[in-house]
């Protein structure tokens, strides 16, 4: 029989402690701070995998946060796009109204509000577009940018290099720093 120390309880006189111990391996029983040991050990692994746990949840939320931040930013900041499309069709029909009205008619007194009225309207409609931020692409005698002209036909010249935009057949625009439209352009290419 073992021998026990006072106050201790003893598996082989308590069957409670006996019910307890059933099924623990015997090395365990014998070497109790082995195990607190090896029990410890596999407590700091999982608080140290729990805590790299918590590290990636914290940036994976501030990631997500960003994001949805800059799309908010992006949403208000481009929110008027597809309207600004829409109006410069209008801006486009008003600009051709007055290149059509010939210099005579002009003059003429009769004319001279109809004109006046378009310009006006013009005129207010490349103020609108400034404070939206809506700015006309520069096109004429610049090389052709793909990213802001769309080149629709090309046309023979001496005087400027191939590659060269030499009219703008419809105006292109940038809403900030995105293209709203391209610029229709024709290019310049070496005479045949």
């Not at 008619?105 to 310009?119: C, H, I, P, Q, T």
């Not at 207010?124 to 005698?141: D, N, Q, Y």
């Amino acid at each position: 029989m073992t021998e026990t120390k006072p106050g201790v309880p003893n598996s082989e006189t308590d069957p409670d402690v006996a019910a307890e111990l059933e099924g623990v391996p015997a090395d365990m029983i014998d070497s109790p701070d082995k195990t607190l040991e090896a029990d410890l050990a596999r407590v700091s692994e999982e608080l140290e995998t729990a805590r790299q746990d918590i590290l990636y949840a914290k940036a994976e939320t501030h990631n997500v946060r960003r994001r949805l931040e800059k799309d908010i930013a992006d949403a208000r900041t481009y929110a008027a796009t597809a309207f600004a499309r829409d109006v410069l069709s209008v801006a486009d029909n008003i600009a051709r109204a007055l290149e059509a009205i010939p210099a005579e008619l002009r003059a003429d007194d009769k004319f001279k509000n109809l004109v006046a009225g378009l310009e006006a309207t013009g005129r207010e409609i490349e103020k609108v577009f400034a404070s939206h931020g809506i700015t006309r692409i520069a096109a004429k005698g610049l090389p052709l940018d793909p990213h802001q002209h769309q080149a629709m036909i090309e046309m023979p010249s001496d005087e400027a290099e191939p590659g060269t935009v030499l009219q703008e057949l419809q105006a292109g625009y940038m809403i900030k720093d995105r293209l709203l439209r391209a610029a229709m352009v024709a290019v310049a290419k070496k005479p045949d």
